[in-house]
């Protein structure tokens, strides 16, 4: 889909993207470059020395039990989260879809956690769960569980997927609701007639319709659990304890700019990018696909 | 709903109310916990009913923050973070506009090459190329600034595909009738492209406001100075004092102040938000 009729300056267009080529150029070609480069180069401690030392960054970074383990961290990590903010987000579109009374007033309370940075969202449960003070803890405590996130690594992961799933669900229910709404109602009611009750209606036909809806999401949320969490986690865990709850992107984080190791950080970096293209390359696959459905 | 089940729409009023509450649960508690004085917290549980030192500490943080943090007064904060916000969101519109008109309104060499520099941004997030990103804004002197918070910021490809996208929706006859009028690229542009993107405008600035004002990993990379900092960030070196423990009440009210003005936005422009959100994720 290209114009047909356009205009025929030579320097206007190039005024145009002048300052979008720059600041692309400038902050992320240039910058991601600079990272493929130093992912190959080995560098003292003092910056005096440069050497070029091929993919044994790589090597070294896959050989590293402590990267090793925050892969694994991740995936527990963004597996969890989009796992509950993915399932409590259907269900409250599923109820938000039946209700015909109050639903605008249902929607308003339920979509307002979208507004709040994860790192907001983390320091607002860190509060509830506190060991000495958190309301929450204190019920944990009452039940009988010794809850202390500072000290147990379980603990502390459990409230960072807390944290970051409560602020994702406002957005699932926004896109849930919206595919819900999409469905015919003919479809619904033609399986009402045949006698089709509400949960077989929902797994047989609706479930199955909302799957492209669910498909955009998980992926959506995985890129949220990967990437956007470093506020929450470096406001609340920070990594701990005992890197119990270092995700990646607080890994490239600390070894950079807390540990100063270039290479390793750059390494990091360069793995973290294709993470990225994986997943967009994935979603805008699905982009394609999800007209045919 | 096709059949009448009241004992269901029952269950689902109840499902939602919970799931009101459970979203809304944290909130009140910090917002309780921000009218408390500092010697309620040494009641365990705490109180679940506001205090009434509401004035006192939003007044000390605003005008103080919190001394034993270093840090400076709230206010300060939220201005830096307004200006960030606003500067992303305008910038961002800007930018992404002018290089939407130059990709569909022109035909020029590199126009295919331009198009994927900019569509390659979308995956290269600060997160994932965080150290060299840093050392250009350091070598380029923009650390402990106002444009090193927010230019690096401002490239978008996803506005710049919305513009696209729309501008392809729109007739060609406009353009038509604009030339034989005699209307260059800049009249075309301000009379009939600018007027007729007021509404995704209007969406996408809700959108990038809240982006903005949310940036959590920039301004921690780029301000040292605290006279810099942002709220959503400032609030982390409220959390983590060394010395002693966090004075809960101020950073609760912190945390309150951090997080209206992206909450009022979304209730208060709800389907601007809905619409922006939407068309953004396409």
């Not at chain 1, 449960?125 to 569980?145: C, D, E, K, Q, S």
């Not at chain 1, 202390?148 to 997927?161: E, K, R, Y």
Request: proline share 5%.
């Amino acid at each position: 889909m290209e114009k047909r009729v356009f205009f025929e300056h030579r320097l206007t267009p190039y005024v145009l993207v002048a300052a979008q080529l720059a600041i692309t150029l400038v902050f992320f070609i240039w910058p991601a470059a600079q990272a493929f480069y130093q992912s190959t180069i080995s560098q003292d401690a003092f910056g005096l020395s440069t050497q070029f030392v091929g993919l044994a960054n790589f090597a070294r970074l896959f050989g590293d039990s402590l990267y090793l383990h925050s892969i694994e961290i991740t995936l527990l990590f963004s597996a969890l989260v989009a796992g509950s903010a993915l399932s409590l987000a259907l269900l409250l579109a599923v109820m938000a879809d039946r209700v015909i009374r109050g639903a605008a007033v249902y929607k308003t309370l339920l979509i307002w956690p979208y507004a709040l940075a994860p790192a907001i969202s983390g320091v607002l449960w860190l509060f509830l769960f506190n060991p000495t003070i958190g309301v929450a803890a204190y019920g944990l405590h009452r039940l009988g569980y010794g809850w202390n996130n500072f000290l147990s690594g379980t603990d502390a992961m459990i409230l960072i997927v807390i944290a970051a799933a409560w602020k994702q669900v406002s957005y699932n229910f926004l896109f849930f609701l919206a595919g819900l709404q999409a469905i015919p109602r003919s479809l619904i009611e033609a399986a009402a007639i045949d006698g089709a009750g509400p949960a077989k209606r929902f797994w047989t036909i609706v479930f199955p319709l909302l799957s492209p809806t669910s498909f955009f999401l998980l992926v959506v949320n995985l890129v949220y659990a990967f990437f956007d969490t470093f506020g929450l986690i470096h406001a609340t865990t920070s990594g701990g304890p005992a890197h119990s709850t270092e995700i990646l992107v607080y890994k490239v984080y600390r070894d950079g700019f807390v540990g100063l190791d270039i290479g390793g950080s750059a390494a990091q970096s360069v793995v973290l990018m294709a993470i990225v293209v994986l997943l967009t390359v994935i979603q805008f696959r699905y982009v394609e696909c999800r007209v045919v459905y | 709903m096709v059949e009448h089940r009241p004992r269901l729409t029952f269950l689902a009023h109840a499902v939602l109310i919970l799931g009101v509450f459970v979203l809304a649960f944290p909130l009140w508690v910090a917002f309780v916990a921000s009218t408390l004085s500092a010697s309620d917290f040494n009641r365990i549980p705490m109180a679940l009913m506001p205090g009434g030192h509401l004035l006192e500490n939003y007044s000390t943080v605003l005008s103080q923050g919190m001394a034993s943090a270093g840090a400076i007064p709230v206010a300060r904060m939220m201005l830096n973070s307004l200006i960030m916000a606003l500067a992303i969101a305008i910038g961002k519109i800007a930018i992404s506009l002018l290089s939407a008109y130059a990709i569909v309104y022109f035909r020029f060499p590199f126009r295919k090459l331009i198009f994927w520099l900019i569509f390659i941004t979308l995956m290269l997030p600060v997160e994932v190329r965080i150290l060299p990103t840093y050392g250009v804004v350091a070598d380029l002197g923009m650390l402990n600034s106002y444009a090193g918070l927010s230019i690096p910021l401002i490239a978008s490809a996803t506005a710049t595909f919305l513009f696209r996208q729309y501008f392809l929706t729109i007739p060609e006859e406009l353009l038509e009738a604009a030339r034989l009028d005699g209307a260059g690229p800049w009249r075309f542009f301000r009379d009939v492209l600018l007027p007729l993107s007021r509404t995704n405008i209007a969406a996408l600035f809700v959108i990038l406001f809240i982006y903005g004002w949310n940036q959590y990993l920039w301004p921690l990379l780029v301000t040292t100075d605290p006279s810099y900092y942002t709220i959503v960030m400032g609030i982390q070196r409220m959390v983590t004092v060394a010395d002693a423990t966090p004075q809960w009440q101020l950073v609760m009210a912190t945390v309150i102040l951090a997080l209206l003005p992206p909450v009022v936005v979304v209730i208060g422009m709800q389907r601007l938000f809905i619409r922006g959100l939407v068309e953004t994720e396409k």
